[in-house]
């Protein structure tokens, strides 16, 4: 379970996370939403520890991140899967390598017969052919580099998936792919799931729950189901897709 | 006047804290660098790569600089040159020269620019695609993975390289000083051999091995803090080599006082 208790967080003079209360259930699949620029990235990074909060506490399993010694932290990063949105593959190695550097067990990373299965693995599971480990990040497309960050994240088995922006960047059918492939992961693996997005659509066919960042705090966190049915006027601005002479224009 | 001498304390302080802040993030790069030690498995092989890389690309600049060196150092001996000394003295003149202050300060701040720049603007388009984020939401240390090994590249490949330059800059230095002056091969042998201490050797491998720890630290360093997208890379890659080229001249001041005095 993810709990974030009044998340607070400034670069500069600009407060980006004010007060914020979020909570991710075990095995559900939750979509963070919110206009470009409203911290839903900065909010995910405080999950994992990549990001230390000004205030507030985030528990992970019923551990303190920000209280954790360095060991513990990776430890606990180790049943942390992260998907950034570009892609974040280390450029000067081939796929392969990549995938490899997702195994949390050292042992695991040594033993290159294992790796090489497991990576072969985890290509399968996100649709792409074993084929494709000698390849260089340089040589894939844009949903092919997506799909082989959400393979190094599920290399380690890991509990809980970040998703930062899946879809991002890419056309309706690859980020109908994508989608389809976050639905398939968290039935196939049963992981827990976060999924940052300003893709609507994409949001209610994935998600169990929906939340929504604005002005640096949750103004609505419930089913899709509440979400349509709620009168807030951000909620209904952002899921008319009409950001102008609303709220958030301001 | 007033309102400039009333924002001075504000400017120092800020100075102040800045250069701070900058001692405060090395030594924790440094404390980094030595927890990522314990995991040797990981940077050991990655430290053969990088030292191939950098020492196999960088022999051709630093043989061709040297040998550049070595050949002015002599044109201008024999310029300087009274003929009531005995001309053996010359080889001396140019094998102290370039053992003692050209080969090794002469390739650290050419390496300053080539190793520097390459370390910075690689850990800094890492840092700025989140490639560290990345290593480090794995679990994995970014001192073993990136840092460790570069830096013990440039400890190592320094001195390999100034060997190289030392004999390819006195050889140049040998066979140029005999296109001006009436000097032999054995005049030039033995006026090398004469006052030769093999200290000598040492300073320079130790001048080297300093030049190179201080390249790999502040260029990686400046890269892994790098900000702000691709101003932040070049930012960082400038930052770096300017950097380490004035501590190159630093420590070479500072050597000079504490190991020839």
């Given amino acids: ?250 | 006047m007033t309102a400039i001498a009333l924002r001075l304390p504000g400017f120092l302080g800020r100075l102040i804290l800045g250069g701070l802040a900058h001692v405060g993030r090395l030594s924790l790069l440094v404390a980094e660098l030595f927890r990522g030690l314990a995991e040797w498995r990981i940077w050991v092989p990655r430290t053969f790569t990088e030292s191939a890389n950098i020492g196999a690309g960088s022999l051709f600049i630093v043989l061709l600089i040297a040998g550049f060196a070595g050949a002015v150092t002599a044109f201008q001996a024999g310029y300087q040159w009274q003929t009531s000394l005995p001309v053996y003295v010359l080889g001396t003149l140019i094998v102290s020269t370039i053992v003692l202050e050209l080969g090794p300060v002469l390739i650290g701040l050419v390496l300053a620019g080539r190793i520097g720049a390459r370390y910075a603007a690689e850990l800094g388009t890492m840092r700025v695609t989140e490639q560290i984020d990345a290593l480090e939401s794995l679990g994995r240390s970014p001192a073993s993975h990136l840092i460790i090994p570069r830096v013990l590249a440039a400890l190592i490949m320094l001195p390999v390289l100034t060997i190289f330059a030392d004999f390819m800059a006195v050889l140049a230095g040998w066979w140029s000083v005999k296109q001006v002056l009436p000097v032999t091969d054995e005049d030039f042998a033995y006026g090398a051999q004469y006052f030769w201490r093999p200290f000598d050797g040492y300073y320079s491998l130790i001048k080297a091995f300093f030049f190179g720890g201080a390249i790999g630290l502040i260029s990686c360093y400046m890269g892994f803090n790098t900000q702000q997208g691709a101003e932040g890379v070049g930012k960082s890659t400038t930052t770096a080599v300017v950097a380490s080229s004035v501590m190159i001249l630093i420590l070479n001041t500072l050597l000079a006082k504490i190991l020839l005095n």
């Fill in chain 1, 1 to 250: 379970m993810i709990e974030l208790h009044g998340i607070y967080k400034r670069f500069g003079e600009q407060v980006v996370l004010d007060g914020v209360d979020f909570t991710v259930q075990e095995g559900e699949t939750v979509a963070l939403m919110g206009p470009s620029g409203t911290g839903k990235s900065v909010l995910l990074k405080h999950i994992n520890g990549l990001i230390r909060p000004d205030a507030g506490r985030i528990i992970v399993d019923d551990r303190e991140v920000n209280r954790l010694t360095r060991d513990e932290l990776t430890e606990l990063r180790k049943t942390i899967g992260y998907v950034f949105q570009y892609g974040a593959l280390f450029d000067s190695v081939d796929v392969f390598e990549n995938i490899r550097l997702g195994l949390s067990d050292e042992g695991q990373y040594g033993d290159m017969t294992f790796a090489r299965d497991r990576v072969a693995e985890c290509l399968k599971l996100v649709n792409l052919s074993p084929d494709e480990m000698k390849k260089l990040p340089s040589q894939l497309s844009g949903g092919m580099k997506k799909r082989v960050g959400i393979a190094r994240a599920i290399a380690g088995s890991p509990k809980y998936l970040l998703y930062d922006e899946p879809t991002s960047g890419l056309d309706p059918v690859n980020a109908d792919v994508i989608d389809d492939l976050v639905k398939h992961l968290e039935q196939a693996l049963g992981v827990t799931s976060v999924m940052v997005t300003h893709d609507v659509r994409g949001a209610f066919r994935v998600a169990d729950r929906l939340a929504l960042l604005s002005g640096g705090q949750i103004v609505l966190h419930g089913t899709p189901e509440e979400f349509r049915q709620s009168d807030h006027p951000k909620v209904q601005a952002f899921l008319q897709r009409d950001f102008t002479d609303t709220p958030f224009a301001a």
